[in-house]
């Protein structure tokens, strides 16, 4: 053991060591409401394997620098590893009076090993330490989330490619308004559910740095190595400001933000199939397995996790909010308050990653009702916005081409008609080019096969845009 270890060793230890870290400075005990009030214990357990993790590193690197011995950091480290058991196997009583995840475990170690546990916080405090554990945890929360996404995306991309030539009404406004293919449908989710991907792999860009060795909040006159810990947890940088690294919870903010993205993605899904598996549209079977019966009415088979899914969304806005508004005002550097950080964070979790499992299933079990929906296709005047187009490409000016298209609808309808059944001599006296026209515009299939834009719903695009996510996520076509 070098000189520097050596003092640390001799120095004396408090007696009130034992009961709380800190209780040194107090004459009292602590009263039983304030501890019950401050302590974070039933969260933050599931911090334990993250806390461990980074207690490893850093006693190794207390090793390595010289301020605690070799043996000592091997003994702290095997400590650790047993005290992670005793975590897995449930053997640790938790109490509000050890406040957090990490003085049970530093307690725990103490008991291990006596004074060699009391070197572990050495030129760290629980400001950074709780900073980094809770960092840990929120680089493998969006790991999760990103691989959650991905399969959700195959999903999609492989109930697309089932769905074929189906052809969907398309809304705007919940008012039919054009035909999509059904494929061009599923893609749009899969769309959303990219921009969530790319969004949650940016934030771990900002997770994925190191507050250790920051300290309480001024960093440590100890000679530590910041670096070797970073590689060590596999961090891609250092926090720079040791008062910005420990009261830093953008992260949260930001994995929240991202979260609460996916949650309004996933209510909007679970809403439309919440109203296609109604009776009136019929668009959709739900997989038995997915739904819920009434206690009262034997026919019912119901949508109930397609609706809690749309209103845990706003669970996981508010856990956002809730943040957001802990953290506005706060002063540098660590105050309590940031305690709150964790159940908001790992409820929106809990809620958007089970609701990616649950909607993944879904979409496999899934069975649009081809032929059901196809039978109501002429319904709607769907084929109206193609044939104004025609009308403008046969040189009609646009707006006057919508008013004799508009017109049209309006006598179809008051007739009880569609656009193609409409006589030949009320077309010939709304356009003379109407009847050619109408020969190859009118109709769903023609419809469909007018489009041509990039990205829209044309079935020569849908086709390639399939191959394109069949590869991109890996997918054999
Ligand atoms: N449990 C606290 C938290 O989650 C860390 C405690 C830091 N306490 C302190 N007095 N500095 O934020």
Redesign the pocket.
């Known amino acids: 053991m070098d000189e520097l270890a050596e003092k640390i060793a001799e120095k004396p230890v408090e007696k009130s060591i034992e009961q709380k870290p800190w209780s040194g400075r107090f004459k009292n005990p602590t009263h039983s409401l304030v501890e019950a009030f401050t302590s ?1 214990i039933k969260t ?1 357990v599931r911090l334990w394997p993250y806390d461990i993790e980074a207690s490893k590193a850093h006693a190794l690197m207390l090793g390595s620098v010289g301020l605690i011995s070799s043996e000592e950091a091997k003994s702290i480290a095997q400590g650790l590893d047993a005290v992670a058991e005793d975590f897995a196997a449930d053997r640790i009583v938790l109490s509000d009076a050890q ?2 995840i ?1 003085m049970h475990i530093e307690a725990a170690l103490i008991a291990k090993l006596g004074d060699t546990g009391r070197k572990l916080h050495t030129a760290r ?3 950074d330490q ?1 900073a980094t554990s809770l960092r840990l945890w929120t680089r493998d929360a969006v790991d999760t989330l990103v691989n959650g996404l991905t399969s959700l995306q195959r999903s999609l991309v492989i109930a697309a490619q089932r769905a074929g030539d189906t052809v969907l009404p398309g809304y705007t406004h919940l008012q039919r308004a054009q035909p999509v293919l059904a494929a061009h449908y599923y893609l749009a989710h899969v769309e959303r559910f990219e921009r969530d991907r790319q969004r949650l792999k940016d934030t771990r860009r900002r997770v994925n740095q190191l507050p250790l060795g920051s300290a309480a909040l001024a960093g440590t006159s100890l000679p530590i190595d910041r670096h070797a810990v970073m590689r060590s947890l596999k961090f891609d940088g250092l926090c720079n400001n040791s008062l910005d690294a420990v009261s830093d919870r953008d992260f949260v903010a930001e994995t929240l933000f991202a979260m609460s993205m996916i949650a309004t993605h996933l209510s909007g899904i679970a809403e439309e199939w919440i109203i296609w598996s109604s009776h009136e549209y019929s668009f959709l079977d739900l997989p038995d397995e997915l739904c819920t019966g009434s206690s009262i009415m034997p026919h019912k088979k119901n949508p109930d996790v397609l609706e809690l899914m749309r209103a845990r969304s706003g669970r996981v806005v508010g856990a956002l909010q809730n943040l957001l508004m802990m953290l506005k005002g706060l002063p540098l550097a ?1 105050n ?1 308050d ?2 709150e950080d ?1 159940p908001a964070l790992f409820d929106a979790f809990d809620t958007v990653h089970a609701s990616i499992q649950i909607l993944t299933l879904m979409v496999d079990g899934a069975k649009l009702r081809g032929q059901h929906i196809e039978s109501g296709l002429h319904h709607g005047f769907l084929d109206a916005t193609t044939l104004m187009e025609a009308l403008i490409e046969v040189g009609c000016p646009m707006r006057s081409a919508h008013s004799i298209v508009g017109q049209l609808v309006r006598t179809a309808e008051e007739q009880g008609l569609t656009l193609a059944e409409l006589p030949a001599k009320t077309l010939s006296g709304a356009h003379p080019q109407l009847n050619d026209i109408a020969k190859r515009k009118f109709g769903i299939k023609n419809t469909l096969a007018a489009f041509r834009s990039h990205g829209s719903t044309a079935p020569t695009m849908v086709a390639s845009e399939i191959k394109r996510w069949l590869s991109q996520l890996e997918l054999k076509s």
């Open positions: 974070s933050d406040e957090d990490h405090s629980r400001n709780v660590y309590r940031l305690q964790k």
